[in-house]
């Protein structure tokens, strides 16, 4: 997009008027981007459904409420309910120390938070086999106290608390840097002690912020694959999570049961998306005048 400056009285900065595009190119951008998301997001969202529902809502019921795929539910809900909490008090408190603070290592941490979105998820569940594995590191000592890790609700948690931990921290950053400090120092001044500080101050101006964070966690959690893979062991009942299940089903050519719990998590995805949606409009109206000044 193209700009030119327009004629101003002497002493006063010119002003900018944008230009528009010709209109074939708007239409054209617009046909491209309706194209992209109708082949990659639409299309696959109502195959999901579609074969989801080809035999009917008996069998659609009878595949979500399979003993083992009621199992891989619950075991879904309760990483999720582990992670996120998790999660969420260290972005607070990550995202407080790195905004509030200067001290040594806070470009490290900084760099440390972003290290699961540069490492594959199959990678940092082998970690957590080299550290808890049967010949891994802790693996002896773990085994002489009969403690689980891999193969059980524990590996699980803590390989999606990994994946998991940057999206609260990644969201508030930005927006505590933003808003700067001047409140809470000002409430410091007038007698506020440090948790008094962050509940009244803080908190009511982040909130919005860390309810989208929450979100973005919750959803990667709850659809994790590849982490979860590795340290789960895949034993049907007991460790596997939803989209495990839907992997194993698939895998034994029941299409109709697979697509159903697949079906489940785009309803998660697709609630996410408007709830997302909604916190970014708050956000917006919030924050929207700050932004542009």
């Known amino acids: 997009m193209s700009a030119t400056a327009t004629p ?12 528009l595009e010709p209109r074939w190119v708007r239409y054209s951008l617009i046909a491209v981007a309706l194209t992209f998301l109708t082949l990659f997001l639409f299309v696959p969202l109502v195959a999901v459904f579609t074969e989801a529902l080809k035999k009917g809502w008996d069998v659609y019921a009878s595949a979500i409420l399979e003993e083992d795929a009621i199992s891989a539910i619950k075991l879904t809900l309760l990483t999720a309910a582990i992670a996120v909490p998790f999660n969420l008090v260290f972005g607070v408190a990550a995202s407080w ?7 040594r290592g806070k470009s490290l941490l900084l760099t440390l938070i972003d290290l699961p979105f540069s490492v594959s998820p199959v990678i940092s569940g082998l970690i957590y086999v080299l550290l808890f594995g049967a010949q ?8 002489a106290h009969d403690i689980r890790i891999l193969f059980a609700v524990p590996g699980i948690v803590i390989a999606t608390v990994f994946i998991t931990f940057p999206f609260v921290a990644r969201e508030l950053i930005p927006l505590m840097q933003a808003q700067g400090s001047e409140e809470e120092e000002a409430a410091v001044v007038l007698g506020a002690n440090g948790w008094q500080t962050f509940f009244r101050v803080t908190l009511p101006n982040i909130k919005w912020g860390l309810l989208y ?4 966690c919750n959803a990667r959690a709850m659809g994790e694959f590849g982490a979860v893979s590795v340290v789960s062991g895949h034993i049907r009942g007991e460790t596997n999570t939803m989209p495990l299940q839907v992997e194993i089903l698939y895998n034994e050519y029941n299409f109709a049961a697979a697509f159903a719990v697949a079906s489940l998590l785009a309803l998660l995805a697709l609630v996410t998306l408007a709830v997302k949606t909604f916190i970014e409009w708050r956000l917006h109206e919030n924050y929207g005048d700050d932004a542009k000044e």
């Open 136 to 143: 891994g590191w802790f693996g002896e000592w773990l085994a």
């Open 213 to 216: 964070g929450v979100i973005l």
């Open 8 to 19: 101003s009285r002497r002493g006063e900065l010119p002003q900018r008027q944008d230009v």
């Open 97 to 103: 120390a790195i905004t509030k603070f200067e001290f």
